[in-house]
């Protein structure tokens, strides 16, 4: 596996592999790497003649300075569970070759999407987000690109911004890879105390109860029966929403014409952790 760096590193490789008439498979991610950032690995070696996997903490997607600061980075780690992946090559870019113009991020019109769950509760997220991958697909040029369904707003994001931008990459989602015991897994997790680290599984118990509680009672009702369950818990609740996967609106009614999926944030002790189920 080839560590790439620097502008030159990056613009040689993709200019070799496109030479070769081969395809690129893309894995972004901001390292501290686990096995659900290696499942989009493995989707994507199935999948194209090469797999290159970013690794970026990327800070102008982080609305709060403390959790940029605490974001875990394991630079060695990473580069020795890449090798073992079947990835081809990491990019490891700095800070200039990312942002030449100035760590600041653009701003994009997502619409509503912006607006909601991720969006509202940290500002200026998705500008971040798409800013740094719209330079790292103008630097890498896949023909594919592979997202967690972890962050599903996210994914719904980029799908909006390669079909405005026009980007010509295929965006393909990857399921969410757990632990034993149903907690998501993320590279936040190393960082939860004992006590979370019991605790925060019920996000996921709690998110299988909505979707059968769903069965047989209304949206609202089975909103607030999670929120009471959540407030039982030692789980900060911030958000817990049923919408439709396709726009992500909140929604009131349900309807069997609609594809439904829970979504729900919250903190254990500083911690923030994310989840989403289908529901139907
Ligand atoms: P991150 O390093 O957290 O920015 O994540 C990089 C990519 O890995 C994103 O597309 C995430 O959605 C995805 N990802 C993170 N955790 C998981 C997981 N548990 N299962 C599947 N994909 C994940």
Redesign the pocket.
């Known amino acids: 596996m080839i560590i790439l760096r620097n502008l030159q590193d990056i613009q040689n490789w993709v200019s070799n592999v496109k030479k070769q008439g081969e395809t690129i498979g893309f ?6 790497l ?1 096995a ?2 290696l ?2 690995v493995g989707v994507s070696t199935n999948e194209n003649d090469q797999t290159i996997v970013s690794v970026f903490v990327n800070p102008t997607q982080f609305n709060n300075s403390e959790d940029l600061k605490k974001y875990p980075r394991t630079e060695e780690a990473d580069i020795e569970l890449l090798k073992d992946s079947g990835a081809d090559a990491v990019f490891i870019p700095d800070i200039a070759t990312i942002y030449p113009e100035g760590q600041f991020a653009k701003k994009f019109n997502f619409g509503e999407l912006e607006n909601k769950m991720e969006g509202e509760f940290r500002p200026g997220h998705f500008d971040g987000v798409a800013t740094v991958v719209s330079r790292l697909f103008e630097l890498v040029q896949p023909d594919r690109a ?6 599903f707003q ?2 719904r994001i980029i799908q909006q911004l390669v079909r405005t931008e026009k980007i010509p990459v295929q965006i393909v989602p ?5 632990e034993m015991d149903g907690l ?4 936040r997790n190393v960082r939860l105390s004992p006590q979370m680290r019991v605790e925060a599984p019920k996000i996921y118990t709690l998110l299988q109860e909505a979707k059968a509680y769903l069965e047989t009672h209304t949206v609202s009702e089975t909103k607030n029966y999670i929120e009471q369950l959540f407030e039982q818990t030692n789980l900060n609740l911030e958000y817990f929403e049923i919408a439709d996967e396709d726009q992500l609106n909140s929604v009131y009614e349900k309807d069997a014409s609609k594809k439904l999926r829970a979504f729900v944030a919250v903190f254990a002790d500083e911690i923030r952790l994310i989840d989403n189920l289908a529901l139907n």
């Open positions: 894995v972004p991610t901001m390292g501290a686990h659900g950032h499942s989009l592979y997202f967690g369904e972890k962050d996210q994914l990857v399921p969410i890879k757990r998501a897994m993320s590279s």
